[in-house]
């Protein structure tokens, strides 16, 4: 399962740090991602990472926020920077996982960011 922590209420233009840790019986996590999802609208991709540590982002994040991941811990972080009241959203990470079940996509709880201007 994947657990999502961090998040919260900033002033624009402050930081916020997101993190989510896999956990579990004998499993390989390959590539790890956050999205978020902001009222009425769909679940977009904000950045994603593979196991190997190259990244991905979205246009509107490139410059503010840096994913980054721990192989060992099995965990995916998000360091937000210079937010904006656009960034509001839930956010939810997600995973791509193989275990007994063979692979998988896994999605973390969502974990809310609110960013007041």
């Known amino acids: 399962q994947l657990q999502a922590s961090g998040g919260g209420w900033v002033q624009a233009w402050g930081s916020l740090g997101l993190s989510c840790a896999a956990s579990?019986?004998?499993?390989?996590?390959?590539?790890m991602g956050w999205f978020r999802q902001a009222p009425g609208q769909q679940r977009e991709l904000v950045a994603q990472s593979t196991r190997s540590g190259l990244t991905n982002y979205v246009d509107a994040v490139k410059g503010r926020f840096t994913i980054s991941r721990d192989n060992a811990k099995n965990t995916v972080y998000l360091q937000m920077n210079s937010l904006k009241p656009d960034d509001t959203a839930v956010y939810y990470c997600k995973a791509i996982i193989f275990s007994g079940r063979g692979w998988g996509d896994y999605w973390g709880q969502g974990t809310q960011v609110t960013v007041s201007s």
């Open positions: 579990g019986n004998s499993f390989i996590v390959d590539g």
